[in-house]
């Protein structure tokens, strides 16, 4: 049979063979959550008879067009239809290989698996690993939280529709070459504080084995804002708590709109994200995973030196110094903060850093070490930049995706010569992933690596950059006025 051709539980499908990999678009792995499943967890896909031609991605989950388009997700076709996964394999026979499964970013509201950055080609034909990306249900329709208004509905929708993904891997991977046994979670920004709560959810229990948390980790809201957040966008729609079913019959546009209007109403921050539910997440992340809930998964997590650079603009007017110190105080603590500030000049260039170490190390930090007591954790931090680029002058967020998967390309469009130092640590932070999602440790290609796993004790942490390293507690005196801890 043509090796393109896969059988899985629902009916074959038809992938595209190339030189380097063969590739499955656009299968979808649960039903269209829309009309009467709309707001309600997803179920699981339907059969189809005769071959599934698997050549085309499928749509974008609603989302803000611009954002999306920023993001690099196809804007162009976009749907509540909109459950589908892609499967990258290397050409010729394929039996027993690691999975990675990719969960994208995009701050729980926009993005897509059909990313062109996230190809899968160079992770399935240089490490021999199986490469799986998905889409799930974003905003207002994969987080707003409805069971915090109306107890028949279910909360995390977007969570829900991650584990949907991987129970159809689990199922089916194994006809594509893969095994179900050896499957690994990694994304970036939303789709790692994803990874954060699935490591902590019953529902996703033995469904991986491995995790990788890029610039991500704990990230919830707490469920009296989700609700009063739900409520909100009830209200915009015209829509009370007597008369829910109208939900289904609103077009998707206008659901999209009154989330938009009230994201817009409630200042910075991410009014749509997991949120602390009895059902689905019955333990904030970082409790369940300091006790054990991911008890023998292995994580490698880490954070960009300034992921603070992707939301701040040079010339951009920075918080008021009252304004600043209060929003400190409130993370920390009074004491702590004002020690810790003279760390964050009261410009744009310190709120960029004040962000990157609150929004992504700390958390980052407190997770790692948690984890630290119940598997394996190993801590890096992406450092590479071109000082002075208008572009990538700085290790902002979500600048090392394009390493790890080598879509070199990314950098053209920015202006940026792909020379040998960049060819070099994309192939070693490659190498770094992929031996992490084959034997649940980065050094095991044996690639002079030498990066010591994380503890609380030597906080080891892998620096990437043009000439990477290991540093033993990086920022020892900052870590410990933000965490508290020494």
Known sequence: MDSAIVKTKQGFVRGTEGGAATVWKGIPFAKKPAGELRFQPPEPPEAWEGTLEANEFGPVCTQNKDIAAMLGAP????????????????????????????????????????????????????????????????????????AGVDSSYTANLGLLDQVAALKWVRENIEAFGGD??????????????????????????????????????????????????????????????????????????????????????????????????AETLPVPPLQAITGGAAEGIPVMIGTNHDEGAFFFRPGSA??????????????????????????????????????????????????????????????????????????????????????????????????????????RLSRHMQSAWISFAKAGNPNAAGDDMNWPAYQPLDRYTYIFDSESRVEADPYKEKRELITGRG
Not at 89 to 118: K, N
Not at 199 to 221: D, N, R, Y
């Open 180 to 277: 179900p046994e050896q499957v690994t979670v990694f994304g970036e920004s939303a789709g790692a504080m994803s990874i954060a709560s699935l490591l902590a959810m019953p529902a996703a229990k033995g469904l991986f084995q491995k995790a990788i948390l890029e610039s991500g980790a704990s990230q919830i809201i707490p469920p009296e804002q989700a609700s009063m957040i739900a409520k909100a966008v009830l209200q915009q729609l015209g829509i009370d708590d007597h008369n829910m079913e109208k939900l289904n019959e609103v077009p998707a546009e206008d659901i999209l709109k009154a989330a938009e209007r009230v994201t817009a109403g409630q200042g910075p921050g991410m009014i749509f994200q997991p949120t602390v539910d």
């Open 318 to 423: 920075p918080m008021p110094g009252p304004a600043r110190d209060e929003a400190m105080a409130k993370l920390i603590g009074p004491e702590a903060a004002e020690k810790v500030k003279r760390h964050y000049p009261e410009t744009i260039e310190g709120e960029s850093q004040f962000m990157t170490d609150f929004v992504f190390w700390k958390p980052a930090i407190e997770y790692a070490a948690g984890q630290t007591k119940h598997a394996p954790v190993w801590m890096y931090r992406f450092d590479w930049h071109i000082p002075g680029h208008p572009h990538v002058g700085k290790a902002a967020h979500g600048l090392e995706i394009a390493f790890v998967f080598s879509n070199l390309f990314y950098f053209s469009r920015l202006g940026v010569q792909v020379d040998e130092t960049i060819q």
């Open 75 to 146: 804007a162009d076709n976009m749907s509540e239809d909109c459950l589908y996964l892609n499967i990258w394999a290397p050409a010729g026979p394929r039996e027993g290989l690691p999975v990675m499964v990719w969960i994208h970013g995009g701050a729980f509201r926009a993005g897509a698996g059909s990313s062109p950055l996230y190809d899968g080609t160079s992770m399935a034909e240089n490490g021999g690993v199986i490469v799986v990306t998905i889409n799930y249900r974003l905003g207002a329709f994969g987080f707003l939280h409805l």
